[in-house]
């Protein structure tokens, strides 16, 4: 059973400065600091073909369990990408996220389509939960660069 999941974000920078970070490794980790660990997380940002096998524990309590991704679809000009995800309880995580620009900065869109058998409707709430969590996170990652940006350029 898969069920789907559908999230917009709004941001008052450039989506390049969105996409940049919403594709960063270091930026991930700090995003869901406090929800999930990872374990032997790349360093730099994802690109085009890449395979990872990570481990993962939720709220970095539980016991660390495998979780593989699989970039399938990378648009770095266009700022899109889709990932294959499984692991954890978890048989297919289909991630599709996608960052434009606005009239008022730019808009982070994310479409998630999980099944995870009987425990769908769970993972389903988890995952609605965790991606909504990493907006605050974000905003503050992104008020950080323009500050040190800022600081650059005085």
């Given at each position: ?5 559908h999230?917009v974000h709004?941001y008052?920078?450039s989506?390049?400065?969105v996409?940049d970070?919403a ?7 700090e ?7 990872f ?14 096998t990570?481990?993962v524990?939720?709220?970095?309590k ?7 991704m699989e970039?399938v679809?990378f648009?770095d000009e266009?700022?899109s990408?889709t990932s ?8 297919s995580?289909h991630h599709?996220l996608?960052?434009?620009d606005?009239?008022t900065g730019?808009?982070?869109?994310e479409t998630?389509e999980?099944d995870a058998?009987w425990?769908?409707r769970?993972?389903a709430a988890?995952a ?10 974000r905003?503050r990652?992104l ?6 940006q ?5």
């Open positions: 059973m898969m069920q789907t999941i999230l709004d008052d920078v989506a390049r400065d996409w970070v594709i960063d490794y270091t930026y991930l980790a995003v869901m600091e406090g929800r999930v660990t374990t032997g997380l790349p360093k730099g940002k994802v690109c085009a073909g890449q395979s990872l990570v481990m524990s939720l709220f970095g539980l016991p660390a369990q495998p979780y593989h970039v679809e648009d266009g700022m990408l294959s995800e499984r692991g954890a309880g978890v048989k995580w599709s996608r960052v434009q606005t009239a730019s808009q982070l869109i998630i999980i058998g425990m769908t769970v993972f988890w609605k939960f965790l991606y909504r969590k990493r907006h605050e996170p905003v990652i008020n950080r660069r323009r500050a040190e800022d600081t650059k350029g005085a």
